[in-house]
């Protein structure tokens, strides 16, 4: 059982972001594309996601030994930047990496997000009481929580291409969630709530990226 509240919850969460996320995102971005006539990467509300996109993918590839033997933030006829991987089919690390490096925009994001709103809305609540306490907010650290939501909501979706070279590592990382699980209940119990807690964090801060694609395709559709 608490594999599935702990592990499972996780994955569910990702994967679901992953797609719902891309798919807001990819409709959403296109109308701004079709109404100002520019690519995303020239538009300020654009530019802050997409260059914490590129750079998740970067980063976590080169942590894992993953070559990354093209990287651009400039547009070309394909996408608003890039990043390209060059791996050992072979090394279960590298596979690893090149997943999870594939999907970081979404899992980097919402850990981004999920850290500074736990700062900014459960000040000093320890992740075990959150069901307990009510919001505590600090509202200098929520405002800048909102605009940091806004302005990286749009980095949080996968390319095709993303989605595509996510499943070379997802059999690894569903592996390792499920012992990291198992660990977690045997070697720090407490652990299992906070891990919970989390995840329902995790779910909210997804639930709200998306809302905010959905309004923002719907105020172009409407004007």
Not at 24 to 45: D, P
Not at 90 to 99: A, E, M
Not at 201 to 209: F, G, P, R
Request: no cysteine.
């Amino acid at each position: 059982m608490e594999i599935v509240q702990t592990a499972g919850f996780t994955l569910a969460i990702l994967v679901i972001a992953s797609l719902v996320l891309s798919w807001l995102n990819a409709m959403t971005i296109q109308q701004v594309v079709n109404r100002t006539g520019k690519a995303n990467s020239q538009l300020w509300l654009m530019k802050p996601g997409i260059l914490v996109h590129e750079l998740l993918h970067a980063i976590v590839g080169w942590l894992f030994g993953v070559g990354i033997s093209g990287f651009s933030m400039r547009p070309d006829q394909d996408s608003a930047a890039h990043v390209t991987f060059n791996y050992n089919r072979h090394s279960l690390r590298q596979r690893l990496g090149v997943g999870l490096a594939s999907a970081a925009p979404v899992w980097g994001i919402g850990g981004i997000l999920l850290a500074v709103g736990k700062r900014a809305w459960f000040h000093n609540v320890p992740f075990s009481a959150l069901l307990n306490v009510g919001p505590q907010p600090d509202w200098p650290w929520v405002i800048g929580w909102s605009l940091l939501t806004i302005l990286l909501t749009f980095g949080a979706s996968l390319s095709p291409q993303d989605l595509k070279n996510t499943l070379i590592g997802l059999p690894i990382v569903v592996i390792l969630l499920g012992l990291a699980a198992l660990l977690t209940a045997w070697l720090w119990p407490a652990g299992i709530t906070i891990w919970r807690q989390a995840n329902i964090l995790l779910s909210a801060v997804v639930v709200i990226m998306a809302v905010i694609a959905m309004v923002v395709n719907r105020l172009l559709a409407l004007f």
